[in-house]
């Protein structure tokens, strides 16, 4: 069965700082993806992730994809209050689900 | 174009009722996944249908049961309601091709009291 796993679960952090929210899953996918939720709302997509390697980015974040490792990584540069918010990553499970890992929730004081 | 949509926004039963949630998908899209997500976790894989056939289900009682139709859109019923069924539940839209991406509305948040 996929599991997926993501640490930290909380993370506070003080504007202008640099931190790197993981994601590791047990089986093989080719698909992963990053998903934001703010409080009592939706999953909003930030990124999807298709292949070994894929980097991208969209102003502070950055999501990247290691395959081989069964490990993505969600950078977050010079952090600012609006990005305070809960972050999911989820991996494609066959060609029907995804599984999502415990969310990090992530604080940023000013 | 509309996003996913899905009715109502909030619900509140009591245990041993039944409850039907309904989800539009985007304009397009043949694809809806249904998942839960209660408070403090991920969400959790419900059901898949495509073209109103179910293509996948997830580890949830027969008490979860669902149905696509021919617009597309979709409705999720749960039976016999328990206070564990309280959660978000999200309806997601799939956009077919190589991303494979899933687009989620705004979800029902459903209380069993």
């Known amino acids: 069965e996929l599991k997926v796993e993501q640490n930290p679960l909380f993370l506070s952090m003080q504007e202008g700082k640099n931190y790197t929210i993981y994601c590791n899953y047990s089986?093989?996918?080719?698909?992963l993806y990053w998903y934001r939720q703010d409080p009592g709302k939706s999953l909003e997509s930030l990124f999807v992730l298709l292949s070994n390697g894929a980097v991208k980015q969209e102003g502070r974040l950055m999501a990247s994809l290691d395959t081989k490792a069964r490990l993505s990584t969600l950078h977050i540069t010079a952090a600012v209050h609006d990005l305070s918010a809960t972050y999911f990553c989820a991996v494609l499970q066959g060609a029907q689900k995804l599984v999502f890992g415990q969310g990090t929730r992530l604080t940023i004081n000013p | 174009d509309a996003g996913v949509t899905q009715s109502p926004t909030h619900l509140i039963k009591t245990r041993g009722q039944q409850v039907t949630l309904r989800c539009s998908p985007i304009s397009g899209h043949k694809s809806v996944s249904w998942y839960q997500q209660v408070l403090g976790q991920g969400p959790q894989f419900i059901f898949q249908y495509y073209e109103k056939e179910e293509r996948g289900r997830g580890n949830f009682p027969d008490r979860f049961s669902a149905r696509q139709f021919p617009n597309y859109s979709s409705e999720l019923n749960v039976n016999a309601l328990l206070l564990g069924d309280s959660a978000l539940y999200l309806c997601a839209s799939t956009r077919t091709g190589a991303a494979y991406e899933q687009y989620f509305g705004p979800g029902t948040r459903l209380t069993v009291t």
């Open positions: 089986t093989t996918s080719d698909r």
